[in-house]
C-alpha cells in the first residue's frame, strides 16, 4: 500500500510550473496576481534607489558648494546649471523670492517669513517626489499575505472536495491540491517580504534626507538674516 501511494506521488509532477497547470482557475489568478505584484514591486525597488542615490548626491554637492565661501549669485548660477533637486531647488527658490521682492516695501522679518514659507512648500514638494510610488510597496506588503492566504484555503476546499468525490483519504489524492494551496501562500510571501524590507528602509532613507533639508532652511535662513541685516 505504501508503495502504491509512493509511486503515485511520484508520478505528480511538483514543480512550480506543474503546480500552477493543475491549480483550478481561481488560484491561478491568485498566483499570476502574485508574481506580478512582486515583478512591479521590484521595478519599484531599483527606482527608488536610483531616486534616493541621486537625492543624496544632489545634496551632498549643493552643500560643498553653499558652504565653499562662493557668493549667493556664484552659487545660484552654479545650482541652475546643475539642476534643482533636493537642497539646491529649496536655494533657488528662495534666491528668486528674493530677487523678486528687491524694491519691494516691507521689513526683512516679513521677507525672511516669505522666504522660509517658500522653502518649505518647495520640500513637500521635493520629498513628495522622492516617496512617488512608495505606496506601492506598502500596499503589497500589507495585503499580498492575505491574497496568498485566499489562494490557500480555496486550494484546501478544492482537496476536501477531491477527497468526498473520491471518497479516499489516500495522501496522494491530498496531497496535490495541498501543495498548490501552500504555494499560493508562499508566493504571497515571496512578494510581501521584499515589499516590506525595502518600504521601511526607503522611508527611513527618505526621512534623513528631508531632515537634512530641513536643516539648510534654517541654516539658510540665517545666513539671509545675516545679508539683510548688512
Not at 500500500?1 to 497547470?21: C, K, Y
Not at 558648494?65 to 545650482?79: H, K, N, V
Not at 495522501?171 to 508566493?187: I, S
Request: charged share 15%.
Amino acid at each position: 500500500m505504501e508503495a502504491q501511494v509512493a509511486h503515485q506521488l511520484a508520478a505528480q509532477d511538483f514543480s512550480m510550473l506543474g503546480m500552477f497547470l493543475r491549480a483550478t482557475l481561481v488560484v491561478k489568478l491568485v498566483m499570476l496576481g502574485l508574481v506580478t505584484a512582486s515583478v512591479v514591486c521590484w521595478a519599484v525597488v531599483f527606482e527608488k534607489f536610483a531616486t534616493v542615490r541621486r537625492m543624496r548626491r544632489a545634496i551632498d554637492w549643493f552643500e560643498k558648494i553653499f558652504w565653499s565661501g562662493r557668493t549667493l549669485p556664484e552659487i545660484q548660477a552654479l545650482a541652475q546649471q546643475r539642476g534643482a533637486d533636493g537642497t539646491a531647488a529649496l536655494f533657488l527658490a528662495a534666491m528668486q523670492e528674493w530677487q523678486r521682492s528687491q524694491g519691494q516695501q516691507g521689513g526683512a522679518a516679513s521677507l525672511l517669513q516669505r522666504l522660509e514659507k517658500i522653502m518649505d512648500v518647495e520640500l513637500q514638494r521635493q520629498s513628495l517626489k522622492m516617496e512617488r510610488r512608495l505606496l506601492i510597496l506598502a500596499t503589497v506588503g500589507a495585503i499580498a499575505p492575505f491574497v496568498g492566504l485566499f489562494g490557500t484555503v480555496w486550494g484546501i476546499m478544492n482537496s476536501f472536495q477531491a477527497i468526498a468525490i473520491s471518497k479516499n483519504t489516500n495522501l496522494a489524492v491530498v496531497a496535490p491540491g495541498l501543495a498548490e494551496a501552500l504555494f499560493a501562500t508562499a508566493l504571497g510571501l515571496l512578494a510581501a517580504i521584499p515589499a516590506v524590507i525595502f518600504y521601511n528602509k526607503f522611508s527611513h532613507d527618505i526621512s534623513r534626507l528631508a531632515t537634512r533639508m530641513e536643516n539648510f532652511i534654517e541654516e539658510f535662513t540665517a545666513v539671509l538674516s545675516r545679508q539683510l541685516q548688512g
